[in-house]
């Protein structure tokens, strides 16, 4: 079968860390004989290309100078910025359906897969103008936060979007119930993932002298500021922790580390090299995600970190929000607490450290939680199954 991925954005090159675990998905159902390839936007001028394999067509939308709404900083966040990005969404929109619409016409595909339907899913209805191909639309979440918080007079666009796919897919539970606030269609969760190294056992048993690891970008979010918050709160000899990535938080936060008499004890350790990643899960005493619902009402979609700190059994302590009870039952692969709570994320931190034959019971059961519900060979499959299904409905 031939599909085509509808994204607002895709690598470039390499090292561009745009959608990771999309790539591997593409890439996967290539080897399992499909034909896919990408229709996202330009950045700069950039053309057509091939990557990894993949056949990625671009489409032009501004100037090359000026050509930067996507890629580099989520376009909501640049259009905050200038005129010029609040008017170029318009352009974006005309360009994209004109070239996708000219795409189909000369290529025929049995499935068009849009992610990100606002505004995507103009696109989408575009490619089936052009020539009729099935339609499968994934919801990621941030968009449903957005308008439900700031475009409100867009729910019936989204709604419209849903209801004209012949399947949605939301990336998680949650998701999918905030998808239901705004329209009642069958609604199938497939969950995203991402490529882990072989960890051939799990770690030796915990015995709490690990320091505490965070691993994201450095966003309101991700609610470090809580993480720092609730080191503060344990003992003065307490746990030392560790944060890796960047962002632009970073300067407050390492502000409040001071304030609040830690600095000795947080480590701001920015963007280090796989390896360094992988050593810093592997020797975690516990691995913390304390996301929180931000100013504009986005918070986390699934979690991947947790998925990696689990691949080598390091416990987790994560917010009850967003995508992550999808990745962790409470009290058995890891401990969910309130996003925002510094109290009782610091008494989850001590309960962790002070109970090892607890924390090394959750990092195992991670680990199985990992291998049973998010393996790469079982999310494509259901992918595989959902698109066959859709090809072969009357």
């Known amino acids: 079968m031939r599909i085509l991925h509808v994204v607002t954005a895709f690598p470039r090159t390499p090292d561009d860390v745009i959608v990771p675990w999309l790539v591997e998905l593409l890439k996967r159902l290539q080897a399992a004989g499909h034909e896919v390839e990408v229709f996202t936007s330009s950045y700069r001028g950039a053309p057509d290309q091939v990557f990894a394999g993949i056949t990625v067509h ?62 995507l899913a103009l696109f989408g209805w575009a490619a089936q103008r052009a020539r009729p191909a099935r339609l499968v639309t994934t919801f990621y979440g941030v968009e449903l936060r957005w308008v439900k918080r700031a475009l409100p007079f867009l729910k019936g666009f989204l709604a419209w979007a849903a209801r004209r796919s012949d399947r949605v897919v939301a990336i998680s539970n949650y998701t999918a119930g905030e998808l239901r606030e705004l329209v009642d269609v069958p609604i199938e969760v497939i969950p995203y993932t991402t490529s882990l190294p072989d960890v ?54 390492e502000a409040l580390a001071q304030r609040l008499g830690v600095a000795g004890r947080v480590v701001f350790r920015g963007k280090i090299p796989p390896e360094e990643l992988q050593a810093s899960y592997a020797r975690a005493a516990v691995c913390v995600l304390p996301s929180v619902l931000d100013a504009r009402g ?13 691949n080598y059994g390091t416990p987790v302590i994560a917010s009850r929000v967003g995508g992550i009870p999808d990745i962790v039952e409470d009290g058995v692969s890891g401990l969910l607490v309130p996003p925002g709570d510094a109290a009782t994320l610091a008494a989850a931190v001590r309960r962790l450290r002070d109970d090892p034959a607890l924390a090394r019971r959750m990092g195992e059961a991670g680990r199985r939680r990992l291998r049973e519900q998010f393996r790469w060979q079982a999310i494509v499959q259901r992918w595989l199954d959902l698109y066959a299904a859709v090809i072969t409905r009357p």
């Open 200 to 253: 051939d056992q799990a770690p030796a048993a915990q015995d709490g002298t690990g320091p505490v690891l965070f691993v994201g970008r450095l966003v309101e979010r991700k609610g470090v500021a809580h993480l720092i918050e609730a080191i503060a709160r344990l003992e003065p000899a307490g746990p030392r922790l560790e944060i890796v990535g960047d962002g632009p938080e970073r300067p407050g936060l």
């Open 58 to 119: 671009r489409f032009r939308y501004f100037p090359r100078r000026w050509e930067s709404l996507t890629h580099e900083e989520a376009a909501p966040d640049r259009m905050k910025r200038s005129l010029l990005f609040r008017l170029m969404p318009a352009c974006f929109v005309v360009a994209g359906m004109a070239a996708v619409w000219r795409l189909c016409r000369r290529t025929r595909y049995d499935v068009i897969h849009v992610h990100w339907p606002l505004p």
């Open 298 to 310: 986005d918070t986390e979609g699934l979690g991947v970190v947790l998925l990696e700190a689990m």
